[in-house]
């Protein structure tokens, strides 16, 4: 993991409901540059070219009274077969990878900008761990994961493993991480294990 960045980029770890966004949101507290892949996918699919290909795909299933996207409906389509899933990937990921390299350089040359957070989803799977300097790994339990997604977003256990069975292994992720934070108590406790963190990232990768 190397960048020439001169400031640190740090990528989030984790399962899907372990909070990631929730930690990107304490680094952000921190001083630090906050990019989520899923506001820029959430931008995109509210593009018209975007929307017209997806109902050319899948049909009027995937659109909401309003003619906006019904992200739970792509959701049931893509988790349920990994070609389709492929699919919207291709589509979407080179305009999200532009929007992020965007966002870096504007990061990197904003002086009140401490570190640059990579809070998206796929990070390992799609190679976005090589632009990190540093790879932080979320640590929830299980329970405590398909409970908030049960409550967040109505998913059944069955549905979860089936998001989960698409990703990396957990315990590659773990490996691939040079920090933990543990997410299965109170914010205060997740803040202060952030603060710990960055400053250690700080220290090992200073600005350049």
């Known amino acids: 993991m190397k960048s020439s960045s001169t400031k640190p980029i740090i990528g989030i770890l984790g399962a899907i409901g372990a909070g990631k966004s929730t ?5 952000a507290k921190l001083g630090c540059g906050v990019i989520q892949a899923d506001q820029l996918n959430h931008q995109l699919l509210q593009q018209p070219e975007i929307i017209a290909q997806l109902i050319d795909w899948w049909g009027v299933r995937v ?21 389709e899933l492929k699919k919207l990937t291709l589509l979407l990921h080179p ?7 965007e966002l870096i350089k504007s990061y990197q040359s ?13 990070l390992a799977e799609v190679g976005y761990s090589k632009l990190c300097d540093a ?7 299980k329970s405590a994961r398909f409970d908030r997604l ?21 315990d590659k992720k773990a490996k691939m991480s040079e920090y933990t934070i543990d997410n299965n108590s109170d914010i205060p406790v997740t803040t202060s294990q952030v603060g710990r963190v960055l400053t250690m990232v700080l220290q090992k990768h200073p600005r350049k």
């Open 23 to 27: 930690v990107a949101a304490e680094f």
């Open 63 to 83: 659109i909401n009274p309003d003619g906006s996207v019904n992200r739970q409906a792509l959701g049931d389509i893509v988790f349920e077969d990994s070609r």
């Open 95 to 101: 305009l999200i990878e532009a929007r992020q390299q």
């Open 110 to 122: 904003d002086p009140d900008i401490n570190a640059i957070i990579l809070d998206v989803p796929l």
């Open 135 to 141: 790879l932080v790994y979320v640590d929830t339990s």
């Open 150 to 170: 049960r409550k967040k977003c109505g998913w059944t256990a069955e549905k979860i493993k089936k998001v989960e069975n698409l990703q990396l292994p957990l």
